[in-house]
């Protein structure tokens, strides 16, 4: 039971995965800062009525409960484009161009491609050993040429 769970934590993709879970969990507080702190002030001054409110609008203009706010989806969008850019530039890509070359590394030369005409060739060439009869009768046999 452990064997098979030790051969599922070692599994490539697992530990891809896990590492690019904790990066990106590491890494979205860094862009959630950016985005909170330095584009949603320049994507609030854009936009609405109250700079207070940001890019928006209140549905009721006497509760601000009701205020839709676009400008926080727009954040959280580039927030997300952000981390995804991160996590792929920074784990995702090298680590496909790494499998690339282990591969290359690992893979062996193929193999000739061994035509009918070669098989029927080293079949004649082994009765003829076997046989003791010289290759020169043997292929005037095979040609027809009896």
């Known amino acids: 039971m452990l064997a098979g769970f030790k051969e ?11 590492v690019g879970v904790v990066i990106g969990a590491a890494f979205t507080s860094i862009v959630t800062a950016f985005t909170d702190n330095l584009l949603q002030p320049l994507i609030n001054a854009v936009g609405g009525t109250d700079a207070a409110d940001g890019l928006g609008f209140r549905i009721l203009p006497d509760n601000p409960a009701t ?20 996590v792929y530039f ?12 282990r591969e290359a590394k690992l893979q062996t ?7 009918e005409a070669d098989l029927l060739t080293e079949i004649r060439d ?4 076997q046989s003791g009869t010289p290759d020169s009768a043997l292929n005037k046999n095979l040609d027809g040429d009896a």
Do not use: C, H, Q, Y
């Open 8 to 18: 599922f934590i070692m599994r490539g993709n697992v530990i891809d995965l896990a």
């Open 67 to 86: 205020f839709m706010d676009f400008g926080s989806v727009i954040s959280a969008a580039i927030n997300f484009l952000l981390v995804a850019a991160v």
């Open 90 to 101: 920074v784990i995702v890509a090298p680590m496909n161009k790494f499998n690339e070359i």
């Open 109 to 115: 030369p193929a193999e000739e491609e061994v035509t």
């Open 126 to 129: 082994l009765l003829a050993k």
